[in-house]
Nanobody
Framework: QVQLVESGGGLVQPGGSLRLSCVAS????????MGWYRQAPGKQRELVAR???????IIADSVKGRFSISRDNAKNAVYLQMNSLKPEDTADYYC?????????WGQGTQVTVSS
């Protein structure tokens, strides 16, 4: 059974930082593209960052320069470092293994950026 378990969300003030973690079981993440998506209330789920098995990285323009993605294959985990957070970053953040259409999803972790 495949499980992706996200953690690290919470309430943070504008300008603050959070680090999201996604630990996988049932799959070997080094064989998958791993991504972070987010969905804000009333909006569609969108890609935030993605890292390929070879290490190629895609970062959404809206978070470029503020967010970074990394993976630790030994820990079977992927991380999203979020700096300089803005209120518009408020959303549920989801970990994905594979593709958005046919991959595996975690249950999500909530990030709220507010003063």
């Amino acid at each position: 059974q495949v499980q992706l378990v996200e953690s690290g969300g919470g309430l943070v003030q504008p300008g603050g930082s959070l680090r999201l973690s996604c630990v996988a079981s049932g799959i070997i993440i080094s064989r998958y593209a791993m991504g972070w998506y987010r969905q804000a209330p009333g909006k569609q789920r969108e890609l935030v960052a993605r890292i390929s098995p070879g290490g190629s990285i895609i970062i959404a323009d809206s978070v470029k320069g503020r967010f970074s993605i990394s993976r630790d294959n030994a820990k079977n985990a992927v991380y999203l470092q979020m700096n300089s957070l803005k209120p518009e970053d408020t959303a549920d953040y989801y970990c994905n293994a594979g593709t958005a259409v046919s991959g595996y999803w975690g249950q999500g972790t909530q990030v709220t950026v507010s003063s």
